[in-house]
């Protein structure tokens, strides 16, 4: 077995884990491996922010269905990491990320930059790691990877002591290691589907439900399979978008707060439904969105414990989904008889007929953000990728863009981690530069981490960041309008930068538009552009996002407008 230190038995592994690109910055504690970096022929992507190198990370991950690499140093640097983990774990994106340590004699000293990052971590990550000595490194990184991409997919944390990184040892880089606890059911008890098969044979009003698990099991072509057979009409979670195409006509659309107002109907009037991969979270269900009390509910998931977690299933699926949703279809092909649901899906389509969604009037010197999203559509390639800030602007791209392919919508569902979009869309172009990457963004989101136009620059990745811009944090600023008689408390930003100038300033393209003509144009240019471009949209700061399905219970308890 060859001698090598810690450092290079990290950066050795990850070669043989076929890794293209560490998104990360330097410090003390992880010099040793930054030093042997200039060895190693994996591009590293010098971030500005630990949190912006985390979300570069996922977005790599999501856009690519590979483990996303981030790397910081110890203390401050593996805190800034906390938040793009936890965006990473709520939805369940495969990562490792490596924090450096202070030596181990030194640990619980209270030294210098030192942080408890494992213990910090424990309930945002499925595992940590710590290794005591070089030896132990190559299996520890092989099992960060496996444990992150067995579903259910997340987060790994090594947390690599400075002296472990410089000391050397006798080193094997094993082909694979197993983690055997972190094992799933390839596919459900052939009894169970077979069962589940049979309600929805006999359903007259099925449903099926597709959450974020879809496009991790890379699922999508079963799950369109398993519709069309069926003839069954399929709503979706956040997290589910470009898991089915939009413009099928058995797709209904976004679930939930903001769901479409037909998908929310159908979810309450359906007598059986099939969920895939879909978690019921507060903002998909509502409190207000109850079931039928003799609806039969199938739940597939790989994750056990969110089988009966927020509504009870008739009958769980444990399982791969690609698998799952591969048996029932065997079961029912060929045995749906002919207008089963045309009935049903008649009275949904009257239903979305009726369905007029309240976009508001046009404000002289505003541009309207459905109409923008319109716009990107027919401006981006239907394999470009959208990516998307939290907020208002990550419900109108969700409502209003159209998706047709899987990994081609990112954004921060569980979480919700405003500043997640911009460097998420540097590392979904990093792991796919051949196709366009847009950043739909607000300006408070964006303000979070636009330091990263130095890493796009510097890095030469060019993504397109449309900014929505209304100088206010948007949804709470929607939310106090809508349950505190707008009374407005500390949503105005007042003073945001010339967005234009700002991209400048740091070697990007900025772009300001008036018109919907000159989005047009200013979005081809930045489409051939090769370097970063901001074009700021003016927006109305008045301007709603509709649907919006506000819980009963947080109307009843709004402030009422004087009288």
């Known amino acids: 077995m060859p001698r090598m230190s810690g450092a290079r038995a990290l950066l050795k592994t990850l070669q043989s884990e076929k890794v293209e690109v560490i998104f990360g910055i330097p410090g003390g504690a992880i010099m040793p491996v930054y030093d042997e970096l200039l060895n190693s022929p994996i591009r590293h992507v010098l971030a500005r922010h630990e949190q912006a190198a985390a979300h570069m990370a996922d977005g790599y991950a999501r856009a690519s269905g590979r483990v996303g690499v ?14 793009g983990i936890a965006t990473a774990y709520m939805d369940s994106s495969p990562l490792v990320a490596v924090t450096g340590q202070i030596p181990t004699s030194m640990i619980g000293r209270d030294a210098f930059q030192e942080a408890d990052i494992i213990g910090i971590t424990a309930s945002i990550t499925k595992h940590n790691f710590q ?19 067995t579903p259910r997919k997340g987060p790994v944390l090594i947390d690599f002591p400075r002296d472990v990184q410089v000391g050397e040892g006798d080193v094997k880089i094993p082909e694979r290691t197993d983690y055997p606890r972190w094992h799933f059911p390839d596919r459900p008890p052939e009894a169970a589907v077979k069962e589940a098969a ?70 309450t009037e359906a007598d059986t439904i099939l969920a895939v991969g879909f978690r019921f979270s507060d903002r998909t269900i509502t409190p207000d969105m109850s079931l039928r009390k003799d609806v039969k509910l199938i739940h ?24 799952t949703l591969r048996a029932l279809l065997s079961h029912v092909k060929g045995r749906v008889k002919p207008r089963k649901t045309e009935e049903w899906l008649k009275h949904l389509e009257k239903l979305r007929r009726r369905a007029r969604l309240p976009l508001g009037p046009e404000r002289k010197g505003y541009l309207k953000p459905p109409k923008l999203m319109k716009e990107i559509r027919e401006l981006m390639p239907k394999r470009g990728i959208i990516v998307t800030e939290v907020g208002q602007n990550q419900m109108w791209a969700a409502l209003y ?47 979070m981490n636009e330091r990263e136009l130095a890493t796009s620059v510097k890095e030469k990745i060019p993504v397109i960041v449309v900014i929505l811009d209304n100088r206010v944090l948007g949804m709470v600023a929607q939310w106090q309008r809508h349950l505190y008689a707008g009374r407005y408390s500390q949503v105005h930003l007042g003073l945001t930068p010339d967005f234009v100038r700002l991209a400048e300033a740091y070697g990007a393209q900025g772009l300001r538009v ?37 819980p009963k219970s947080l109307v009843k308890t709004a402030i009422q407008p004087p009288t």
């Not at 919508?409 to 979480?415: C, R, V, Y």
């Not at 008036?514 to 370097?531: G, I, T």
């Open 401 to 447: 863009l159209p998706v047709y392919h899987p990994r081609t919508f990112l954004s921060s569902g569980g979480l919700g981690t405003m500043g997640f979009g911009f460097p998420a869309a540097l590392g979904a172009k990093v792991a796919q530069p051949d196709v366009p990457v847009v950043d739909i963004a607000g300006d408070g989101s964006f303000l």
């Open 70 to 83: 981030c790397m910081a140093t110890s203390g401050p640097g593996a805190t800034n990491l906390v938040t």
């Open 300 to 323: 597939a998931d790989i994750d056990v414990a969110e089988i009966d977690k927020n509504v009870q299933a008739t009958i769980p699926l444990i399982g791969d989904a690609k698998k």
């Open 198 to 267: 049979e309600l929805l044979l006999q359903a007259e009003k099925p449903l099926i439900l597709a959450g974020g698990g879809v496009i991790a099991a890379e699922a999508s072509a079963e799950l369109r399979s398993l519709v069309e057979e069926l003839r069954a009409p399929l709503a979706i979670a956040l997290m589910a978008k470009g898991c089915f195409p939009e413009d099928h006509p058995l797709y209904l659309g976004l679930l939930g707060m903001h769901g479409m107002p037909y998908a929310n109907q159908a979810l």
């Open 514 to 550: 008036e018109s919907y003509q000159e989005f047009r144009k200013a979005f081809k240019e930045a489409l051939k552009s090769d370097v970063a471009t901001v074009i700021d949209v003016p927006v109305s700061p008045e301007e709603n996002v509709y649907p919006i399905n506000l």
């Open 131 to 149: 290794p005591k000595k070089p030896e132990e490194v190559p299996p520890m990184v092989k099992a960060a990877f496996r444990i992150a991409e």
